[in-house]
Nanobody, 115 residues
Framework: QVQLVESGGGLVQPGGSLKLSCAASGSSLRITAMGWYRQAPGRQRDLVASIGSYSSKNYADSVKGRFTISRDDAENTVYLQMNSLKPEDAAVYYC?????????WGQGTQVTVSS
């Protein structure tokens, strides 16, 4: 099993910045990819950004140029730097890790963008 712990959510003004962190732990980690998803009330959970074993990165069109995903393999940690935040970015952000058998999810962290 893999356990994910997220941190860094909060309230920011439009145009502000926030950095999310997610640390993975477990008895036998074989993580190949990690990513961030977000979900607003009554909506689907959608991909924000992901990063693979060879540092390949994928971003949703709505966040390209504003968000940056990075990964520290030694610490099994993934980060999401969010700049130029918009009200439409407000959601619960979830961390996901993938290994040879399963996907694992964190409990989520709330991001609120409001003036």
């Amino acid at each position: 099993q893999v356990q994910l712990v997220e941190s860094g959510g909060g309230l920011v003004q439009p145009g502000g910045s926030l950095k999310l962190s997610c640390a993975a732990s477990g008895s036998s980690l074989r993580i190949t990819a990690m990513g961030w998803y977000r979900q607003a009330p009554g909506r689907q959970r959608d991909l924000v950004a992901s990063i693979g074993s060879y540092s390949s990165k994928n971003y949703a069109d709505s966040v390209k140029g504003r968000f940056t995903i990075s990964r520290d393999d030694a610490e099994n940690t993934v980060y999401l730097q969010m700049n130029s935040l918009k009200p439409e970015d407000a959601a619960v952000y979830y961390c996901k890790a993938t290994d040879w058998a399963s996907d694992y999810w964190g409990q989520g962290t709330q991001v609120t963008v409001s003036s």
